[in-house]
């Protein structure tokens, strides 16, 4: 996710997933003997299916429960296409990344609004354009696309992970550091277990803390 680097193959990395996790390989990004690891992970649903909803067809495996969907599909360069993601509610991130060139990863985010993107490569603040997102908001269907590269060059494959909050279970939102050490109370109404954080109005780390790891 700190690379721009095209899709690319490796069957010595993760090999299969499986009904109760998955197979690893002897790739040193994942397996390197001796080096201790972490892993994320999400159920996106129990299939993929076509999604006709967007102007786009695209391939989504969803699981509304946890509010998480996968969504693959082909650009078009043009504004204001649009591209389904089957989750029933209007998505509050969204993380999505062209599958075919060298290109930043782009990030949406309901609290920047439908006009920013934040790179989860860089760590640069917030980046303006109307060529992200069309300045449109997701609806419960679709997410709305402009003809910048990053979300919508012609002919590039992307994949876009899609979140919405389920009560008691996930939180996307904003708050304002007080720098005590006590910290800013950030009330999500559960205990979470992962926590990813980056400033917004000034060029900083993005920032991953889990209950695993302490």
Not at 88 to 116: E, F
Not at 132 to 146: A, C, I, Q
Not at 161 to 179: D, L, Q, R, T
Not at 180 to 203: Q, Y
Request: charge should be neutral; include cysteine.
């Amino acid at each position: 996710s700190n690379k721009t680097n095209a899709e690319a193959t490796n069957t010595n990395g993760l090999s299969a997933f499986n009904s109760d996790g998955y197979d690893l390989g002897n790739q040193n990004n994942v397996n390197k003997s001796g080096d201790t690891f972490v892993g994320w992970n999400w159920n996106a649903g129990e299939s993929t299916v076509s999604n006709s909803d967007g102007s786009r067809t695209s391939n989504v495996r969803a699981n509304p429960t946890a509010g998480i969907s996968i969504v693959t599909f082909t650009g078009n360069g043009s504004s204001g296409a649009t591209v389904g993601h089957g989750l029933g509610v209007a998505p509050q991130v969204i993380i999505i990344k062209t599958r075919t060139s060298g290109d930043h990863w782009a990030v949406y985010h309901h609290k920047l609004g439908n006009t920013k993107i934040v790179y989860l490569n860089l760590t640069n603040s917030p980046a303006t354009s109307s060529g992200y997102w069309n300045n449109t908001t997701p609806s419960s269907s679709v997410f709305t696309l402009g003809n910048d590269n990053k979300t919508n060059k012609s002919g590039d494959n992307y994949v876009a992970y899609c979140f919405n909050e389920v009560e008691f279970f996930s939180k996307f939102g904003k708050y304002s550091g007080n720098n005590a050490n006590d910290g800013t109370m950030v009330n999500c109404n559960f205990r979470p277990t992962f926590l990813m954080v980056k400033r917004i109005d000034s060029t900083r780390d993005w920032l991953i803390y889990d209950s695993v790891r302490g």
